[in-house]
């Protein structure tokens, strides 16, 4: 509960926006009118935050199955088209460049004034690593690229100090070069000599999101915590806030009654598609059931990550009946227009490590 945290209190809510829904009968093409109706409907509902999977490969089997548009492409979109809820588009580490990885996300950052996130994605699989030409990566391997990626893109965010903008039209100087700084990152598999071509974000450092798996729990802002029960979840929430975690959500798919039950919803879904085991918390059943559930998990978790069967079904009656119910317990209070995600999620603007530091000039 963010009662423990300075930002709106009650759960904070996430919203899995993929394509149709989390189900693998509601893949749908990603366009975007279907990504402005669902990022609208969800800040109109009061989610504090959607996110966006994405992987290097189609996400369907065969040559028919259809691209979509990548992750942090559509988180830009629809940074002009929202002005509350966070943004936070997956980017894979072992796929995308780290330095490009950081300017695209401080740019989304400048783009959505201060509601910028990154889900961390680590695909490693060899059919995903053979797009950029990669060999497969040994688990411990991943894991430490994972952190320098992590551990890069945060030093490149600091590279810039807050007021290294200067603008000064007398001497005709855009920015202070003493104020910008190169990081000379040397990590396992790469360098990165800096600075950002970006100035500083506006939050200073982009929210990171971490999947409990990658285990990166002391370098995330918020751990995002997949178990099938809520005594496993609220076991692997202490663990991440013992290793650092300043915020634990927990990752729950639901299949809500509407004018078909949910049970019957569900198995008309698994006749056109088989769901796959994800060992996160599911829900098949009313929104009040719901409801409670999310007050239950309320006292162990900082937030809940919804992942609807099918967007077009289940995201009506969450905005309908599930977060007014909470709000109406003071479970949730919906983000303000004008704040940052770190606002809205009380996570304190970190302060830029280089801010007392000489700068290292080329």
Known sequence: M???HTGLPGLHLALEADGGGA???A?????????????VAAEQAGFALVTFADAPLPAGPGAGSAGRIEAGTRAAYLSLLTDRIGLAPTLHITTTEPFHLATQLASLD?????????LVGAAA????????????????ALRRETEDVVDTARALWDSWEDDAVVKDVATG???DADRVHHIDFEGASFTVKGPLITPRPPQGQVVVLA????????????VLVGRSTPAAVAAR?????????????????????????AADRLAALDRTATRPETGRLRHTGSPEQLTELLAELAQFVDGIRLHPAVLADDLPVLAERVLPALGAAGLHHPPRPGDTLRSTLGLPCPANRFAAAPAVHA
């Open 2 to 4: 963010t009662d423990r």
């Open 23 to 25: 189900h693998p009968a």
């Open 27 to 39: 893949r749908a093409a990603v366009t975007p009118k279907a990504l402005r109706q669902t990022a």
């Open 110 to 118: 400048h783009a959505s004034h201060g509601r910028a996130a990154w």
């Open 125 to 140: 699989d060899a059919a995903a690593l053979a797009t950029v030409g990669r060999e497969p990566v040994p688990a411990g």
């Open 173 to 175: 100087r855009y920015l």
């Open 211 to 222: 999947p409990d798996a990658l285990e990166i729990d002391e370098r995330a802002d918020v």
């Open 237 to 261: 929430a202490d663990a991440a806030r013992e290793a650092g975690a300043p915020l634990v959500f927990a990752e729950v798919e639901v299949v809500l009654d509407t004018a078909v039950p």
